[in-house]
């Protein structure tokens, strides 16, 4: 890889002063002072029914980009259906979202081919789609609200407005201010197979360890069957009035092109879709039973790689599931050991969405365990950068984190141990890491990535034990024996054996540890102690 300097200000601007919101604020929301985002949208959702004389029913997709198992479009042309009314579909790119957040180029380059192929899905059933570019990140002035009524009423000429709910704090601030506009907006739980605030414990509260809500989750699906709405309903194919070729370039930083920064050349070779999502789930069932057993060895195609296409809604969780469910002969929880593992996995996806909702700070760079706020952390943010590239001497790390910058991807025993060397062996920020991974993972996903974060550093619900440090060699022999993985994104040390490949012996071409994993072990613990106990 080519040695470029690099602004990393954008991912270590949570070092010194705090950047979150207050512990006083943050509990205003625990002691219900504060009403949280999800109790102030719901009490502005429309009860109204669609007036019958309405011409024109929209949908507004997001993280939805797929035809079936839409809940909101599912309604939306239902109701189309009934009263005699045009379904129109809408996508709108808000450079603003896309760059507070910092989207993934190679996940905004799948989001761009995905409307294409959805766009043609959705005109098998005569529902056209309009894809509108809103550069409201380099124009301040403009008022999501105000534009989006504006566009309902005027190019659309509607009022009834459908969508799935988005449970992220900036999503759900933007749809509050648009469902209190004139618009009827019609919102729905979508993302979740168990909706958020349908499980509580006996004390009617929100589940902050996983297990209890996993037994839980698992007694409401053995009751309540996994609804999948399939559309079948064609409508007459006209033409889209209101498709127009917008004018418009990705910032720099939104395309693949982006990467080159890093000596990286983009490019993201996953096929675009739900049918290929779909496929894609079909022929993981031909091994889903390895899955328990394999799943941690990033050398071999042992997980199924579903991960971008739910991160943007090309299939939805809930037909994974439902699918997962019949192929394990009814059961969630039980029957074959490698279904049941995978079911686990994805339900961790709902854990942490009814988390999020019920801990709106989670999403403001603030971790649920407050105490965490006190670990002092390594001012010297050069660690930091070298685990960004891949140039920390510790070679099962900079195999991981080479893959994630030349693929997008990496697998989740890996993610573990990259964040958990990140916190506890180099003692940064957790939050810086957490940025990086979401801006370069192509199923980048905010409220999955915060939770993972937050188990690894030991400052999230449910959070790995502070005590508990993952011992990287250890790691790299058990999940890479032969080293086939470090030798692939490591090629200095292809020449050595899988005795030397995990702890190399000194070579020009290729770093020394930039830490010694004994002393920044000791260092951790204590300061970890400190602030925790």
């Given amino acids: 890889m080519k040695r470029v300097k690099l602004d990393f200000r954008r991912y270590t601007d949570v070092v010194g002063d705090y950047k979150g919101i207050t512990i006083e604020r943050a509990n205003q929301w ?42 909101a479009l599912w309604h ?40 294409e192929v959805l766009k043609n899905s959705l005109a098998e059933h005569g529902i056209p789609l309009s894809v509108l570019y809103l550069d409201d990140a380099n124009d301040k002035t403009v008022n999501f609200a105000n534009w989006f009524e504006d566009l309902i009423q005027s190019r659309f000429k509607a009022a009834n407005v459908y969508f799935n709910v988005l449970y992220e704090y900036d999503e759900m601030a933007r749809d509050i ?37 996993y037994k839980k989750w698992d007694e409401h699906l053995k009751k309540n069957t996994i609804q999948v709405h399939k559309i079948t309903h064609k409508f007459p194919k ?65 997980t199924s790689r579903l991960g971008p296409y739910i991160s943007i809604g090309s299939i939805s969780t809930r037909t994974i599931v439902f699918q997962s469910q019949k192929l394990n002969k009814g059961k969630i929880v039980g029957g074959d ?32 365990n407050f105490s965490s706020l006190d670990i002092a952390w390594h001012s010297d943010t050069s660690r930091f950068e070298k685990w960004c590239l891949g140039r920390t001497g510790f070679p099962i790390i900079d195999a991981a984190m080479r893959e994630l910058l030349n693929t997008g991807y990496m697998n989740n025993r890996l993610r573990m141990v990259c964040a958990s060397f990140l916190c506890k062996d180099l003692l940064q920020d957790w939050r810086m890491g957490e ?23 030991s400052t999230g619900v449910d959070g790995q034990p502070w005590f508990r440090i993952f011992n990287v060699y250890t790691q790299s022999q058990k999940f890479d024996p032969e080293g086939h993985f470090i030798k692939k994104w490591v090629p200095e040390l292809a020449h050595l054996d899988s005795k030397e490949i995990h702890k190399p012996p000194p070579t020009k071409d290729y770093p020394e540890p930039i830490v010694d994993r004994e002393e920044s072990r000791k260092i951790a613990l204590e300061r970890y102690r400190d602030a925790l106990t």
């Fill in 238 to 302: 006209i033409g889209n009035e209101h498709d127009e070729d917008d004018d418009y370039s990705l910032d720099y930083d939104f395309t693949l092109e982006s990467l080159s920064q890093f000596g990286v050349e983009g490019h993201v070779s996953l096929p675009a879709g739900e049918n290929a999502a779909n496929k894609l789930l079909k022929e993981w069932f031909k091994k889903v039973k390895s899955y328990e057993k394999l799943k941690d060895y990033p050398s071999k195609e042992t």
């Fill in 435 to 457: 940025k990086w991974f979401h801006h370069h993972l192509v199923d980048a996903d905010f409220i999955s990535n915060n939770g993972g974060w937050g188990w690894c550093s």
């Fill in 177 to 213: 201010e648009v469902m209190k506009s004139n618009l009827k907006c019609h919102i729905f739980d979508d993302q979740c197979i168990v909706p958020p605030l349908t499980l509580s414990t006996g004390k009617g509260t929100q589940y902050s360890k996983f297990t209890p809500w």
């Fill in 337 to 368: 050991n490698g279904i049941a593992t995978f079911i686990k996995e994805v339900a961790w996806r709902d854990f942490y969405r009814h988390v999020i909702v019920n801990w709106p700070f989670l999403m403001l760079h603030t971790p649920f």
């Fill in 76 to 115: 939306m042309t239902e109701t189309a259906r009934t009263i005699g009314a045009k379904p129109i579909g809408l996508y709108v790119i808000s450079t603003k979202f896309w760059k507070d957040h910092l989207e993934s180029a190679y996940k905004i380059d799948l989001i761009l081919r995905t409307l």
């Fill in 30 to 71: 625990n002691n219900g002072t504060r009403k949280r985002p999800i109790d102030l949208l719901k009490a502005l959702q429309n009860s109204e029914e669609v007036d019958k004389e309405a011409k024109n029913l929209v949908h507004w997709f997001r993280n939805d980009l797929r035809v079936q198992d839409n809940t």
